[in-house]
């Protein structure tokens, strides 16, 4: 009787690291089951790396677009909490490695596999968020990581990859290690390692420089339905698609750089550099068209969960009790958030014009109307008084203290 | 015996609101002290308002330069504190309120007056400043605020500015309502009102339309103490003169525009347009700088904290125990943030290119050198067992319970 | 044509101030429409109180029995937020104000009123809580206030009473003002004004001093499903019976006295005097209960919205977007919150021996398991590392800055 | 030329684990300091200890005594922040580690020590704590645990301790295991392992069981100054004998006993049986003369430091920015801090019933003075009509948006 190979599910990108995982992982006894993501990464040839799998010794290879997934379940919430780790960095990458996860376990416990493969490195976020999530997903996963596990050095991995008959690409090697998805682009390591070095224009790929932004402005409206961006000038739009639409028009416009010292959560400072046109327009109109809508405790009180949420997401916890809740904030928080935004691109700024909604909190009417009922001097004369009473009274008891001393 | 009149100190801008405000209390039985201030306003002429002062009634006119103090004592704790009202506002008017009523205090104390004065309406923020501040540094202080209290429309102003001598200015009111100081510019009112209406160009002073901004960025280093920003490219200037010089740079490439849908502290929502350059181009480089010297966790909660102070401060409670135990939290977090930033400013845009300190955490040599010790593969894994632990066993958990089912 | 008398709908409790107030609305033009409240106070003759109505010249005098609606709708979602007030008071009164508010705007409606009254005074918190309350869920509802109006002393009001035929109690005057239902007592003024002073033991009515607690303790189970209590020692029970059997027994045993130096939304400190036994003991075994089921981020995170929401509670914004949202949290975050846990009445003490649920993340079994897994001394190692690092890299940076100058 | 060998600072108890520590240590080719800690413990033969760890291989056995460093520098802090961890354990443990830290690291500076060994197994915080502050101390200090490194068996240990002339206590070995100080002591493992089962009186020993507890109350008197307890019933004495005095009169009453399910640091839920009478009192009283000291706002926002600090010291970072940082705001915090709690001790409660302070902001003349000036009904009138405005106004455009639909 002949015993099957236990099998593993792989995450893979078609790229050296995780072509020579297959090997690795065929080598260590496992039948591989290759799976590759479109989350939105510009341009991928989606059935050459399918084959590419097969090629390299997966006996499966399977291609998930999770475009409109990844778009409406994972950057939404993200979108709707204005989420940005550290205030700046809109965490492109941290938002779609649980949805991979989640689909690594899926196909794994479709096709009966008891271990799920990746390849990020010892020292990132990455590895943390995918292990964490699958963990948290199922939980007696055995997660395997070659690249972290066997440390092989650049010529090591060329020649583990030629003994095992792996193609090498020739082309030299790019100095920036790159992660894409819809939502942005990041980028570190060589060059930029220097943080008082600026950012090297090739750094970039998503965005213009703004020597070479046109010199007209593009003005374009943004309305969203319950926080949800739903049309970009008025045309109704799936969500994926006004992101990509407009990420292409900010980009051009050299909207959406950002070059951050940040804290990662293995407990180093990286210099990272990112390029996300399209979450800069978007979590600005949101937030403004937030403004105009949300009632003033709530608009002060969100930020609050919004640092959380942006934390957790950062920190590998999207499959987390905490964000369950969170989220739950969130999504109540919307229910009014409807209405549209105008927005100027130009030049690299972001200029929210004018915001109007059904909903505004904002109505020159209404303020009119109830200016005469409400701010007459009685009520802010009154409304000062106890205010400012524990101060005032904290002055008296202090005054008549040190008249005593 | 003729007894003397109680004795009244205005806050006197040499507007006919104030011009007026003399006239009142004069005929409401006091001596009005006038006093104005000089907070960093771009032209102001204190002389001839002094002497305006006393030829519309005052029995004294005082002037008092406050720039240095302004910039030392209420910009730069904001400053170190990041201090943006709803993540946008630097709290340009409300950092001045509290200079303005310490010294309005001080006065009356010197002069013997029982009363304080100033010419807010019942709308805003500024009376709630004025008034809480008073009373807490003299709690039992008379304040009086004609404007509030008496209601006059324009044409009622008008008269009694006649009946009682009062020049009244010949040239058509601005639309704007305009509060100016160092640290930025605030402007309300008028066509503003409509938040679907783009603010028109002539509703700025200090920043130049991104159209006319020059074609060459300007570059600049700002170099920090212990977060205290101490020199421009290299010249060690003080404060407010270093504040000014980089306002006028910044505002010249177009920074510092800001278009907001606010909630005031008394329940309202208003329309507010403001122009920061200087103030932008500052906490953005404190930022970065603090980004580079801050350990993870300060770092973290600092803006928890900062969300607290801008409230406090726009909500009129800088003397306040609470916002003095804040601000001991701030100081002790700036002793490290030292060091300089490198912000190239171009059209409308403050892009930190590079960042250096002495005290700097991310640190080439220090990385490369802890690597081997910290990250070899048994540190990462570990951490991400632990780290995962809560929400695995979670999964372990609810998986056995719903198996059970 | 004869007009109609506008109508006016009083929160109406059978004492003298609101008899009076039905006088006072009479005399001043209106009908008026008392409603009588049950939501739990120990001694109510709720038929004399709604015939007083009508004596005393009501043209309406209703009753709502509203024990369920508050132990499910207000109690509930108080106790799954483990809400109190700076950290001890269980906001007895402030949770009865916004369910009296709505019924009290649906009867106005529903009778086509214009107006609503209640006898709150001008220096407490509860004119707050009606008047933000019902101006939430009518906002142009016209509120009456004819205690905090009117001003009257007690002899003037004693002798309004009279003028308008209304029995005044021949009893000595309490010297205390009371505010009780199911939640709990509250008590205030009178001797307790002097916080130096220790309450006098005829403040207390629903607990006995601890000298009369009898020796024997009381051990009570009780079952929680999702957050909610369902059964006291096994047996099933309706919330607001639950409530007050617990509350019976607590109190016997001494347990819920609170005497606290409270700061007021109206900007004193006021000394109060509270007993909320059955609050006592439900919020410490809920407490446990969650400390067993819920996952550490979400445990550790859910006092910071608790903190808020008390503050929200408290501050009359039951009725507002915030609130609605921090619930929906609160909601989330109680699925797993099922199990029993076995208390300990006794002297005063309310002590949680033990507690189990079928989601325990304390597990004995699972504990063992997992630690041969996650425990071994290389997890543990690598943890420490990655969670020292950021202070050591800062430890190393300063002694290297240090050891330069 | 014989070179000496290389010297470790060991954390030693006496006990059998740090015994056979040193032989361990000496095996491995260290020349063993063992330095002994009194802080607090109740009883310790300080010398036999000392003596003991020259007898088992020490080169060096020193012993400190830190009790007032202890609880002038570690507890003291704790205390102003009414530090308790997950809102009940006041940190008994978790304060004594960064103490015992800093002496290790002092010690192994002094002697040329290049490593400090402690005997903390790898499944709890202790471990954590010693090596984050150590490593937050000294950076390039190596880091021994050999408890964590060996895994002995309790049989291994024996032979060990046997093979290396280490002597065996003949005594059957407690079930429990104990820590130590004068601010409590912290049980865990064995028969507590079940949490449906109650603790056992056998797991106490600083604390009657209730009803064991005399039938008379203690009242006490605690004085503060600026926040620190100086006086015990009017007597002066130093912070650790007060603390000793109290938690003996405390725990005769029955007081401080906890009984919790804890969120480790390294990820599991474990029970722990605490007992901690001084602390109970203390911070009790504090929070108490807070409540009449502290304004407002400040008294809103310090439990939010409080939580911080708390997750802080439980989590190892007592040597760290944000620390140094959060303990400044507490410092600043404490200045009005002034007065005098008297506390009754009886039957496990800890009763505050009276309290008084020179800086009382409840002051009855000033309060009957400030109310005819602040309570009048129209400032309430207008407090409240702003206090409602945001939610009035959310209301008035939902049911215009209502009505339209």
Chains 1, 2, 3, 4 share one sequence.
Not at 175 to 202: F, H, K, M, T
Not at 242 to 269: M, S, T
């Amino acid at each position: 009787m002949i015993m099957a190979n236990p099998k593993v599910v792989l995450a893979y990108s078609g790229g050296l690291d995780t072509s020579v995982e297959i090997a690795w992982l065929k080598n260590a006894g496992y039948d591989v089951i290759a799976v590759c993501f479109n989350v939105g990464e510009e341009e991928m040839d989606l059935s050459a790396i399918k084959q590419k799998g097969l090629d390299v010794g997966a006996i499966e290879s399977i291609v998930v677009d999770a475009r409109h997934e990844f778009a409406t379940e994972y950057v939404l919430p993200a979108l709707q909490a204005n989420a940005l780790y550290e205030g700046v960095y809109p965490l492109v990458s941290a938002l779609s490695r649980p949805l991979i996860s989640k689909h690594l376990v899926e196909i794994a416990k479709e096709y009966g596999a008891v271990a799920i493969a990746h390849g990020c490195t010892g020292k990132g976020n990455d590895q943390v968020r995918f292990e964490v999530s699958i963990h948290a997903l199922a939980p007696d996963m055995i997660i395997e990581d070659p690249i972290r596990e066997v440390h092989w050095s650049r010529e090591e991995e060329i020649a583990y990859a030629k003994d095992n008959n792996i193609p090498v690409p020739i082309t030299k090697e790019s100095p920036y290690s790159i992660d894409e998805n819809l939502w942005g682009r990041a980028n570190e390591a060589g060059v930029l390692e220097d943080p008082w070095v600026g950012a090297p224009e090739d750094a970039f790929a998503r965005t213009n420089s703004l020597e070479n932004t046109p010199d007209t402005p593009a003005v374009v409206e943004l309305s969203f339905v319950q926080g949800i961006p739903t049309a970009l000038n008025g045309k109704e739009l799936p969500l994926e698609e006004l992101i990509a639409q407009l990420d292409h028009l900010a980009g051009q416009h050299g909207i959406g750089r950002i070059d951050h010292i940040e804290n990662r959560l293995v407990g180093i400072k990286s210099r990272e550099v990112y390029e996300a046109p399209a979450a800069e327009v978007l979590i600005k109109a949101h937030q403004d068209l937030e403004n105009l809508t949300m009632e003033r405790g709530l608009g002060h009180y969100k930020p609050v969960i919004e640092h959380e949420i942006s934390n957790l997401i950062y920190n590998a916890q999207w499959f987390s009790p905490l964000f369950n809740s969170l989220m739950a904030f969130i999504k109540a928080s919307q229910t009014d958030v409807t209405g549209t935004v105008r927005v100027k691109l130009f030049k690299g700024n972001v200029i929210c014009e004018g915001r109007k909604s059904p909903l505004s909190l904002y109505n020159e009417d209404l303020a009119t109307y109830t200016s005469s009922d409400s701010f007459d001097h009685e009520s802010a004369n009154g409304f000062i008084k106890l205010w400012g009473l524990p101060t005032q009274v904290y002055a008296q008891v202090h005054q008549h203290a040190e008249q005593k001393d």
